[in-house]
Every structure is written in structure tokens, then in C-alpha cells.
């Protein structure tokens, strides 16, 4: 496996030293391996790169003939690092009885899982053979935003490489990440052309109890257009207004798979929102979801849940134990996130769409290892003592472009809009008077929501994006610990990010 050289110490140098650096291509990386598609019904192949892959092994057939859901390849560290080689190009991935076009991380779509322990280090070497700009973010990590690491400013040309390195910190909780490019104007066509993969960060508790004894299982969900040319990953400006959505939706890759189990099995699942755009409202029938992880890892106390709603970039980690036969299907219901043009959704708002059938084999009344009640996560009550406030302002209440800002300035690279202390704990209240839904997502630093407008229940656990709902607002108490450096804050729409709904926070 073509495992990068050994890797760059981190070295400290400005913004422009980077966008130099990335424009130049300098660092050097072995061998990069392409991969194997992963295939309809099988995990197969490889990723390039690996400190170790893991293959699943083939369940079998759902009775009904339909696709098995894919397992996305995964990529393990061992001995403390995953050395990864990524080659970010177009490439035709599998659909139905042939092929589509997607943009892709080693030819396939999704990418390979990342999967890694507190304390590891991540090393990712990126070769762009796109034929505009791109670079990689890292969804959620509790990482250093600037040199080599989670740093969104390095800017990656077409032909070129670069060598991430993300050194995760010993204390860093326990949960489902993800990553996509992050290159200021291209986002969402890039997202939108699938260029996405899962990060896990495992540890102890995972291995042990409740949590090992179930099946566990990656749903990246995304919505691309599908068709065998590039303009599947175009939108016009009313869309790109709107926020995009796709013709399809897919979960790893596939249209409404299935999933076939036994009684007397927990299942659990790692939910990813991987659609620049659309919102997810899932239910499912005839089953509880028990919901035991939000963006930022375990909840101290789990709950049963009726839906879960993901806006874009949100995770969320549930677990269901299975007692009962039959086939149950996990659906999302089309959520009105409103309208900046006075346009329609498409679909429409209470569309309900398939996205997953588990069918169920054997006996009823089986007992099935149950949900844990209690879990070690992060501690929901740490830092909550506010230093200092500040409010901000998503959007306005006019139309067209000059609406999608923040405080009613577009996204200038060079602009420093907050700057704050390394150590404190901020509040910030976000309101949008927009029309629109506009979901809040800050880099790096994991916050507490603990208020909103509307009256809804807070969200469990720690989060890194929100939901600001159109005409509402949002308070988030955040502790800017352990991590300094410049990064972003931004609409995870991410057609309103590349228009400019973006600002710059530098912790010092
Ligand atoms: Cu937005």
C-alpha cells in the first residue's frame, strides 16, 4: 500500500507562507495508490495509502433482491498514526446497472473511513487532479487550524500536492467527523460532486459493553444529481440562492439499500449529513432509535428519540436493537427550510423519501443487547461560566446576494472579523432575519446550545453546527480551550458560504 513518507513536522508559518506552499505543491509524497471502486453490494478494494484497511465481510442477501447497503472502505491507524494518500479527481462511480459521474477521493464516493484513537496523528497527502483548486477540512476535530493541519486557507491547485498532518489531541472525545474540501467558492460544487468521507474517533468505550456488542455501521447521506457528465455538479444562481439539492438520495453511495439482520441484534449507526444543502428529518417505523451521540461524540445520557434532524454537517450516532421480524424502512421527510427568492423547494416541503430498509429475520420477542442509558461523554456542564458575549447577525431581510453575509459583510480572507482570547468562554447569540433556515457552523471549537427563540428543546451534548431558523435566534456558549490560530466560522449551507455568508475568528 503506498503509505506516504514519514511525515513533515509541524512547522508554524503564515497564511501566505501556506497558499504558497499549496500553490507550489512541494511537499513530497510516496507512492500514491488508486484505488478499487467500492462495488454495489460488497466492500472490496482498496484506498491508497493505509496504515491498515479493513474489509467488511459480505452479509447476506436481503430477500427482497434489493442492494445491500456498502460499507465504505475504511483506513485504520496503527501503532498511533494513519498515513493517507488521497488523489482528489473526477471519476465515473458505480450506479444501478452501470455508471454517473462524480467528483471523488480515490475514485469513489464516498471516500474511505478514517478511523483513529485520541492522541493519533492523521497524515493525508492530497493530489489534485481536478481541474479547479481544492484543499480538506476536517469536520469537527478538535485540531490546530493553521500550518499543515485543519487549516482551510492553504489552497491546493489543480496538479499539485499537500501534506495535512492532524495530531489529535489525548483528550479528544470519542465520535463521528468527517471531511470535505473547504476551498472558498467551489465547496458546494465539490461536496455536491461527492467529495466526502467519515472520521471516527474511537476509544475504550466503544470497545467494551453495550457499544461493541452491536453492528455497527456508517450512513453518510448525500443528494447528488446523477448523470455521466460534468454538469451534474452545476447549479444556477437561484439554486445556489436556494442552497442545492440533488436528484437523489443516497446512503454510502446507494439508492434506498438494505440492511438484513437478525433478531436479537443492536444495530448501530453513525449518521453523517453530507448534502451541502438539504436538510434531513428521519424517521423510521416500528423501531426506537435510541439517539447516544451528537456532533461532538457520546451523550452522558442517551435517549429514545421519534426523528432525528440533521441539517448539513450535523452527526448524529443512534442505536436500535432489534426484537421483533418484519422489514422497517428509515425515511427522511422533507423539511421547510424556507426560501430566499420567493421560490419553491424541490421537492416540496413533507415529501417523503426511502432511504434505508432493514429487514429483520428470525424469531419475535428476541432479546436484543439493550441501548446503554448512561454513557462516558463529554462533560455537557464543563466551562459553561461566560467571560464575555457577543451577538451576530446571519443574513438579511432583503434578497439576492447581498443577503447571504454575516453582519452584513461578505467573506474577505484578508478581514479578521472576531478576534478573542485564548482560555475564555464566549456567548454568542445568533439571530437570522432572513427568510431562510441558516445552520451555524464554527471550525475547531465545540460549543454548548443553551438557548433558542423557538421554544425547541436544547440540543443534547456538544455541537459544532446549529440550526438558526429563519426569523429565530440561537445562543451557544463556547469555550475557546487548548488550541489557538485563525479559522472560520460560516453558513453550512455551503452555497451561502462560497457566496460569501462566511467570516474569519482569530483565538489568540
Ligand atoms: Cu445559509
Given at each position: 500500500m503506498g503509505s506516504t513518507d514519514a511525515p513533515q513536522g509541524p512547522k508554524?508559518?503564515?497564511?501566505?507562507?501556506?497558499?504558497?506552499?499549496g500553490g507550489l505543491g512541494v511537499m513530497a509524497a510516496g507512492a500514491l495508490t488508486l484505488v478499487g471502486c467500492s462495488t454495489s453490494d460488497t466492500t472490496g478494494g482498496s484506498a491508497g495509502g493505509a496504515s491498515s484497511t479493513t474489509a467488511a465481510t459480505t452479509p447476506p442477501a436481503p430477500s427482497s433482491g434489493g442492494l445491500l447497503l456498502p460499507t465504505?472502505?475504511?483506513?485504520?491507524?496503527?501503532?498511533?498514526?494513519?498515513?493517507?494518500?488521497?488523489?482528489?479527481?473526477?471519476?465515473?462511480?458505480?450506479?444501478?446497472?452501470?455508471?454517473?459521474?462524480?467528483l471523488t477521493y480515490n475514485g469513489i464516493s464516498p471516500g474511505p473511513t478514517l478511523r483513529a484513537r485520541p492522541g493519533d496523528v492523521i497524515n493525508v497527502t492530497l493530489r489534485n487532479e481536478l481541474d479547479e483548486p481544492t484543499n480538506l477540512h476536517t469536520h469537527g476535530l478538535h485540531v490546530s487550524p493553521e500550518g499543515i493541519s485543519d487549516n482551510v486557507f492553504i489552497m491546493i491547485e489543480p496538479g499539485q500536492e499537500?501534506?495535512?498532518?492532524?495530531?489529535i489531541p489525548s483528550d479528544h472525545p470519542s465520535g463521528t467527523f468527517w471531511y470535505h474540501p473547504h476551498h472558498h467558492g467551489n465547496t458546494a460544487q465539490q461536496l455536491f460532486g461527492g467529495m466526502a468521507g467519515a472520521i471516527i474517533?474511537?476509544?475504550?468505550?466503544?470497545?467494551?459493553?453495550?457499544?461493541?456488542?452491536?453492528?455497527?455501521?456508517?450512513?453518510?447521506?448525500?443528494?447528488?444529481?446523477i448523470g455521466d457528465s460534468p454538469a451534474v455538479v452545476d447549479a444556477t444562481m437561484p439554486e445556489r440562492m436556494q442552497g442545492r439539492q440533488g436528484d437523489a438520495v443516497l446512503v454510502n453511495g446507494v439508492q434506498s439499500p438494505t440492511i438484513a439482520a437478525t433478531t436479537g441484534t443492536t444495530?448501530?449507526?453513525?449518521?453523517?449529513?453530507?448534502?451541502?444543502?438539504?436538510?434531513?428529518?428521519?424517521?423510521?417505523?416500528?423501531?426506537?432509535?435510541?439517539?447516544?451521540?451528537?456532533?461532538?461524540?457520546?451523550?452522558?445520557?442517551?435517549?429514545?428519540?421519534?426523528?432525528?434532524?440533521?441539517?448539513p454537517g450535523q452527526r448524529a450516532e443512534v442505536m436500535v436493537a432489534l426484537t421483533d421480524p418484519g422489514t422497517?424502512?428509515?425515511?427522511?421527510?422533507?423539511?421547510?427550510?424556507?426560501?430566499?427568492?420567493?421560490?419553491?423547494?424541490?421537492?416540496?416541503?413533507?415529501?417523503?423519501?426511502?432511504?434505508?430498509?432493514?429487514?429483520?429475520t428470525g424469531t419475535s420477542g428476541a432479546q436484543a443487547p439493550p441501548p446503554p442509558s448512561q454513557l462516558d461523554g463529554p462533560d455537557e456542564r464543563a466551562d459553561l461560566s461566560v467571560d464575555s458575549t457577543r451577538s451576530m447577525?446571519?443574513?438579511?431581510?432583503?434578497?439576492?446576494?447581498?443577503?447571504?453575509?454575516?453582519?452584513?459583510?461578505?467573506?474577505?480572507?484578508?478581514?479578521?472579523?472576531?478576534?478573542?482570547?485564548?482560555g475564555t468562554t464566549e456567548r454568542w447569540t445568533i439571530t437570522n432575519p432572513s427568510m431562510m433556515d441558516h445552520p451555524?457552523?464554527?471550525?475547531?471549537w465545540p460549543f454548548k446550545v443553551v438557548e433558542r427563540s423557538d421554544g425547541a428543546p436544547l440540543d443534547p451534548g456538544w455541537r459544532d453546527t446549529v440550526n438558526v431558523p429563519a426569523g429565530g435566534s440561537v445562543s451557544i456558549v463556547m469555550p475557546f480551550e487548548d488550541i489557538s490560530g485563525r479559522t472560520v466560522y460560516h453558513c453550512h449551507i455551503l452555497d451561502h458560504e462560497d457566496i460569501g455568508m462566511m467570516g474569519v475568528i482569530e483565538v489568540v
Open positions: 508554524v508559518f503564515s497564511r501566505r507562507d501556506a497558499l504558497k506552499l465504505p472502505i475504511e483506513l485504520r491507524s496503527t501503532d498511533g498514526v494513519l498515513d493517507v494518500a488521497f488523489v482528489a479527481a473526477p471519476a465515473m462511480v458505480p450506479w444501478q446497472d452501470g455508471t454517473r459521474y462524480a499537500f501534506s495535512y498532518r492532524y495530531e474517533i474511537d476509544d475504550e468505550i466503544d470497545d467494551s459493553g453495550a457499544m461493541v456488542n452491536s453492528s455497527e455501521r456508517m450512513l453518510i447521506l448525500a443528494d447528488p444529481n444495530e448501530r449507526w453513525r449518521i453523517v449529513n453530507t448534502s451541502p444543502s438539504r436538510f434531513y428529518n428521519l424517521t423510521i417505523d416500528g423501531l426506537t432509535m435510541v439517539l447516544v451521540g451528537t456532533d461532538q461524540g457520546r451523550l452522558r445520557q442517551p435517549e429514545p428519540v421519534d426523528q432525528i434532524v440533521l441539517t422497517f424502512t428509515l425515511v427522511t421527510t422533507e423539511v421547510d427550510r424556507g426560501s430566499m427568492s420567493g421560490g419553491t423547494l424541490v421537492p416540496p416541503a413533507g415529501t417523503v423519501t426511502a432511504l434505508l430498509s432493514v429487514e429483520v447577525s446571519l443574513g438579511g431581510s432583503g434578497m439576492g446576494m447581498r443577503s447571504l453575509v454575516i453582519d452584513g459583510q461578505s467573506f474577505d480572507m484578508d478581514v479578521v472579523n472576531i478576534t478573542t482570547t485564548l451555524f457552523h464554527i471550525h475547531v
